[in-house]
């Protein structure tokens, strides 16, 4: 009986096995056949983009604090 459990838990572990081997290799050969797609317009990086919204807010206030100030 406890033979028969054990064989059944290794046939098991290998199908286990088998399955996961055959999903990394699908998603490996899915991830190979993929090309990367390049934009027609180059964009700048986000964080540039943050920065510059930054000292533009800054200087929005600035020229705010004058007008109030006038």
Do not use: W
């Amino acid at each position: 009986m406890a033979s028969a459990i054990l064989t059944s838990a290794k046939h098991g572990a290998y199908v286990a096995i088998g399955l996961y081997l055959a999903l990394v290799l699908v998603v490996s050969l899915c991830a190979q056949s993929q090309f990367t797609f390049e934009a027609p317009i180059q964009v700048a990086h986000p964080g540039i983009q943050f920065e510059h919204r930054a000292q533009n807010a800054s200087v929005d206030q600035a020229e705010l604090a004058g007008v109030v100030g006038a």
